[in-house]
């Protein structure tokens, strides 16, 4: 089909200006949105096509039609089998790595590292410090596997839930990071641009604290440790409550002055 035929398909139906098509089309086909504008002749494949209408009418994500995301100026790969990573994340890693350099930190666990981006990140920033991370999606951790082979880093990945896998050298960890799911149940239902991406990275229960709730049941080892979380802008009071358990809560904003992070510190 022709770019012209396409758009003139498209545009009515979805109510879409032709340029956005085409910003879309360069993403899935990864060319210059520059090689469609100076030929409206240009032919697109069926399946281009395909995943086109999948993305505008069921919200198919793109980053899982390219099978890439950019992160931190690294490309990561993804599937369906892990969260496609936000860009809010990368405000996190980048107080991890100030707070790594400014407190000496050596050693660092990231749990629920999904396509692996935190970690893998931050080790790629300081590669003399030891890193850790674990996933209870064994299929996750498969990617993550692929990305740091990818990037060149080592990381040691372990399959478990929440703390459990690294219970035996908990001693030695001086910071934990976590991006956990922090999605209402009843939100992820309802939204159907979330339906595609793996429920066990998003729901984080009816009130979207599971995660929080159970690592603060592990206040007695965590007490003299550096933690940093992720969570909803909605729910981080929410969550702040149930983290008060571990230590002095400080809220923290992302780059969008949306507050977002929650930092524990054993200095105070
Ligand atoms: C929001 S995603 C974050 C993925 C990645 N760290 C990122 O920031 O893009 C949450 C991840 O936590 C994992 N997860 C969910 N529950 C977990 C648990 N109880 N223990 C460990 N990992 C968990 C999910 O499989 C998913 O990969």
């Known amino acids: 089909m022709k770019i012209t035929d396409l758009v003139g398909k498209i545009q009515g139906e979805f109510k879409i200006s032709p340029f956005r098509i085409l910003k879309i089309l360069s993403k899935i086909e990864d060319k210059d949105i520059s090689f469609y504008l100076k030929d409206w002749e240009v032919e697109i494949s069926e399946q281009t096509f395909y995943f086109l209408v999948k993305h505008l009418?069921?919200?198919?994500?793109i980053e899982?039609?390219?099978?890439?995301?950019?992160?931190?100026?690294?490309?990561?790969?993804?599937?369906?089998?892990?969260?496609?990573?936000?860009i809010e994340t990368e405000d996190l890693v980048i107080l991890a790595i100030n707070l790594i350099k400014n407190k000496d930190i050596k050693n660092v666990i990231d749990i629920g590292t999904g396509s692996g981006v935190i970690a893998i990140s931050i080790k790629k920033q300081l590669p003399k410090i030891k890193v850790r991370a674990s996933d209870i999606s064994e299929d996750a951790i498969k990617v993550?596997?692929?990305?740091?082979?990818?990037?060149?880093?080592?990381?040691?990945?372990?399959?478990?839930?929440?703390?459990?896998?690294?219970?035996?050298?908990?001693?030695?960890?001086q910071l934990i990071i976590s991006n956990p799911p922090y999605v209402?149940?009843?939100?992820?239902?309802?939204?159907?641009?979330?339906?595609?991406?793996?429920?066990?990275?998003?729901?984080?229960?009816?009130?979207?604290?599971?995660?929080?709730k159970k690592i603060s049941n592990y206040s007695h080892l965590l007490?003299?440790?550096?933690?940093?979380?992720?969570?909803?802008?909605?729910?981080?009071?929410?969550?702040?409550?149930?983290?008060?358990?571990?230590?002095?809560?400080?809220?923290l904003p992302d780059s969008f002055k949306k507050e977002r992070f929650i930092f524990i510190s054993p200095d105070y």
């Open 184 to 212: 209402e149940t009843s939100f992820v239902e309802k939204n159907r641009f979330l339906s595609y991406e793996p429920r066990i990275s998003l729901d984080g229960g009816y009130d979207g604290q599971s995660f929080f």
């Open 57 to 61: 009418k069921e919200g198919y994500p």
């Open 144 to 173: 993550a596997q692929y990305n740091a082979e990818k990037l060149g880093v080592n990381i040691g990945f372990k399959i478990g839930d929440c703390l459990d896998p690294f219970l035996e050298e908990i001693d030695e960890v």
């Open 64 to 86: 899982y039609i390219t099978k890439k995301v950019s992160f931190l100026g690294n490309e990561f790969f993804v599937n369906e089998n892990v969260l496609i990573p936000r």
């Open 223 to 251: 007490k003299s440790k550096y933690l940093l979380f992720e969570t909803s802008e909605f729910t981080v009071r929410k969550t702040a409550e149930i983290l008060s358990a571990l230590g002095k809560v400080q809220i």
